[in-house]
């Protein structure tokens, strides 16, 4: 069996780590083939969670690195292509919804090759999201879809997707955190940062919605106002920095700290450790709610409804103003976390693995029959 596995961005690294582990335990005679396609290239935006979470080094590296949407698809496909045509794997798996998951998924239908899409089945309903966009093709193109939560069932069968292809599987992005929650507890963030554990809120804004355009400003100058009631801690992504930058003005507030990007079990520390995140990412408003941190979502929906259902999760609207609401609605918050959703738990990846192993562990017996 020869798996080739496409990652691309920060997040990607997170959810597949696991599943690369578990397909590699589940059938270790198989060739399990990496390969990174440069959209993240900082050390702090990509190397540092290949060390972090035990990834092994990449065996193709296509350097796509920025670009508009059309330009770094367009090069991901062009490079990505050759690998594929020489590696002929029996199956492709791509996570979530990043310009690298687009165009591996297509240029693996091109080849006619199975692709199995982890994270499958979110939707905003919102197309001017790109990564709306990404997911609908991703999930339309796949043989095998993974998906972790009831909704992602509902909205993929509402587009008519035959049952057979869904798996519900839980969330990889969660066995990552279960994996490594001794170590996130021992990196102790928060008193590196010089902040009191339970009293400082987490930031972190990065969608083009949000900060490509004149709605920085105002967040910026709204987190300034909240850092007067509590410490804001805001490691900052590399596109809100260029941003923020472009923008001139720097804002004056002791006690709102910005850093660089963190490590992963920096991040993750520092949000376990927080009163209150805030946050335009996907991911983050589910590990707020395996960890029953409350999270602010500061977008005007989202493709993760269940962290809004259970209470961890507050949909902000695309509003910098509404971040003055959040010291009253955190007095309001429940002492009590809710249970995380069904099946995160941290063996969603092993489910992957029970599933893709037997349906291709044979498979290069057959290729060897077919070309004899
Ligand atoms: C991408 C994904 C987004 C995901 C996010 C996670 C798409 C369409 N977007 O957004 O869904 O939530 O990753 O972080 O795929 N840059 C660097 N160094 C890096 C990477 C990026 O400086 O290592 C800067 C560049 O200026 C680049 C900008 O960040 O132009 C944006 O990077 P890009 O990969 O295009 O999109 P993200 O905003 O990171």
Known sequence: ?????????????????????????????????????????????????????????PDHMLEVGSGSHAVQTARTMERLEPVLIDERPDLLVVPGDVNSTLAAVLVASKLQLPVAHVESGLRSFDLTMPEEVNRIVADRFSEYLFMHSEEAGTNLRAEGIPAARMHMVGNTMIDTLVALRDRIEAADSPTRLGVEAGDYALVTLHRPALVDGPLLGETVAQLAALSRQMPVVFPVHP?????????????????????????????????????????????????????????????????????????????????????????????????????????WDGHAAERIAEVLVPAYADAGERRAVTSR
Request: hydrophobic share 40%; net charge negative.
């Open 239 to 343: 596109r809100t920095r260029k941003m923020m930058e472009a923008a001139g003005g720097g804002v004056e507030a002791p006690d709102l700290r910005l850093s660089e990007p963190l490590g992963y079990l920096d991040f993750l520390s520092l949000v376990a450790g927080a009163r209150a995140v805030l946050t335009d990412s996907g991911g983050i408003q589910e590990e707020t709610t395996y960890l029953g941190v409350p999270c602010f979502t500061l977008r005007a929906n989202t493709e993760r409804p269940v962290t809004v259902d259970l209470g961890t999760n507050t949909l902000l609207g695309l509003d910098p103003g509404a971040i003055a609401s959040i010291p009253e609605a955190l007095d309001g918050s429940p002492d009590q976390p809710p249970q995380p959703p069904p099946l």
């Open 1 to 57: 069996m020869r798996v080739v596995y496409v990652i691309g961005t920060r997040p990607n690294f997170v959810k597949m780590a696991p599943v690369i582990a578990a397909m590699r335990a589940r059938h270790p005679d198989g060739d399990h083939v990496i390969v990174h396609t440069g959209q993240h290239y900082d050390r702090a935006m990509s190397e540092i969670f290949f060390e972090e979470l035990g990834v092994p080094t």
